[in-house]
């Protein structure tokens, strides 16, 4: 079993920048890959940034250049750097991960970005 937490959504202003975070529980961090998805009203979730067990990241073209994803495996953490956010931007975040057959999904961090 896999739990993940994230934290670090919020309101901010266009422009500006956000941090988020992914906890995971367990010891099988290190050996997943790691995703950030997201979800705004009306649309489906969509894959917005991914890293593989060896640190190797890929992004959707609407935030390359804005966001980075990173990995502490000391921490089990991952981390979304968001800059230059936009309003088109605002959704629920989640992180995600499959582990031994298994998806497992965060509750999600709402990130808000006003114009």
């Known amino acids: 079993q896999v739990q993940l937490v994230e934290s670090g959504g919020g309101l901010v202003q266009a422009g500006g920048s956000l941090r988020l975070s992914c906890t995971a529980s367990g010891s099988a961090f290190s050996l997943s890959a790691m995703n950030w998805y997201r979800q705004a009203p009306g649309n489906q979730r969509e894959l917005v940034a991914a890293?593989?067990?060896?640190?190797?990241?890929n992004y959707a073209d609407c935030v390359k250049g804005r966001f980075t994803i990173s990995r502490d495996n000391a921490k089990s953490t991952v981390y979304l750097q968001m800059n230059s956010l936009k309003p088109e931007d605002t959704a629920v975040y989640y992180c995600?991960?499959?582990?031994?057959?298994?998806?497992?999904w965060g509750q999600g961090t709402q990130v808000n970005v006003s114009s």
């Open positions: 890293i593989t067990r060896g640190g190797r990241a």
């Open positions: 995600n991960t499959a582990f031994l057959g298994s998806v497992y």
